[in-house]
Structure formats: structure tokens, C-alpha cells
């Protein structure tokens, strides 16, 4: 094929998918709009997603047994004021041998009673940002959080809606151990952060969202040597160390800032194809 009409049939397909990205995945209307923007595509993401959680599907791996006894260690923590409060511990969910990682800032409502980070009104918009690149937490990626108990603005009303907030920084760092112990054994190769939280947390910045998306950014394995290697019994072996050399960081925005500032949706969509091209560039 000659490299102009490669170049044309190229062209055409990314105009096809940004249409089903605007039309499908970015429909913030009503859920009928949504139904009737709904694409061949569409459907077959949704069969994706009916499928059993990776994990528990697919034949056991070192990874979700290390996953598995991560989770054992701590799906009882109460060493911070999110422990007593929590209704489930939020550990995370996806396939543990993916080569991606999503990481987002903590469960809200939805999440502490089901136990599944993502699983809200941000999680929905989500799981589509995802299938537009060929990603789903069924089948071939990991979303975590950094904090894994429900941060609550007032912890004596558990029932009420519109009761979360961002963790504190003290939250973040007594529970960070965890989550840089899902990142050892998964050793993924990108990350991508959602949002404010956990890009700082991550590049261990307190630059604002907005000045590091759109970026590739190498992630820091020396800095999260020196903190893993700091907690009392956590060791990473070199091989691991040298794994996460190549690990990238990709940061966006939170779905939640899409939902309520849908002006974002351009920007988001331009980070998930530098992820899209990242990951299938050395074939993923
Ligand atoms: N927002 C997050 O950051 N994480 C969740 O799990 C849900 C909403």
C-alpha cells in the first residue's frame, strides 16, 4: 500500500474513533441520548465488560497471588481515621498482569459499598474513556486508589450523599505503602493518573493538573525506592527496580472534573491517545 493511502485509511480510522469517543463516550446527557449514540462499537465494549473480573477468570498468576495476599494483609486496616469509618475496604480491581495502571484519588459513596473502585457516575465515564483505546478493567487493565477507605467530609453521617472529599495528606501517606506495594508486584508499564491527588502523589509535585497532563512523564523509581525502603518489612528487589525504570507516568484529568466540566473532554481525549500510542508502540 502506498504511504499516502496508508496515511488516508489512518486518517479516516482516527476520525471514525474520535466520532465514536464524542458521540458514545462523551455523552453527558441523558442516559437515552446515550443509548441512541450507542455504536457497534459500543456494544461490543459493553459485551467486554460483561465478562467475569480478569482476576477471577483467568488462570491464577504470581502476580494475583501476591495481589491477593497484599489485599489479606491489609482489608482490615483501621491505621488511619478512614479505617473505623469505611463500610469496604477498596483494594482495587482489573487484570494484575496488565500493562497499565489506573490510579485515582480515593472511594467515594458507590465504592464503599461495593467494594470496586470506579464505580460511580466517574467510574461509568471511565470504563468508556477506557474502551475507547481498547482498555477495560474485565480484561486488560488495573484501576487502583491512593487511599483505599471512603475519605468522608463528615464520617458521622455515612448515609448521606455528596459526603466525600479528597483524602488528606496524612491519609495519603499512611495508606501510599499500599498502592506502591500493587505497583512492585504489577510492575506496569504506564500509569496513568487521574487528576490532582494522584499525580502529586506520584510525581511527588504539588504542580496543578493542568501543567503536567498532555505529558509523558518517567516515573521516579529512585524516590519510590527510597519511601518503599523506608517502611519497616517492604523490600523491592532490583529486578522489580530495574522493571519500573521503564514505567511511565501519563497524568489527566479525574472524570469527575470531565463530568462537571465537560470543556476538559478535548484535553482528556488527547492524554488517552498518547496512552493508546505509548502502550502500542512496543505492541501492547
Ligand atoms: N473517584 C476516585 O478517585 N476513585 C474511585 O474509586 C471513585 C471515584
Redesign the pocket.
Known sequence: MSDIKKLIGDTKQWVEQEKVWDDALYATGAASNEQRAMSEQQKTIQSVNSLPIAHSSLRSSDKDIALKSLYEKYKNCVRCPLGPTRIKF?FGVGNANSEVLFI?????YE?DRRGE??V?K??QLLDKMMAAIGLSRRTNAYIA?IVKCHPMVNPQTPEARGNDRPPAPEEVATCSPILLQQIAIMKPRVIMT??SPSTKMILHTRDAITGLRGKIVAFDVDYFYSLISEIEELKIDGETREALRNTKVVPTY?P?ALLRNPNLKPESWTDLKLLRDLLGKSGA
Open positions: 477498596v485515582g484519588e480515593g472511594p467515594g465504592e473502585p470506579f460511580g466517574s467510574g486508589n487521574l487528576g479525574h469527575a
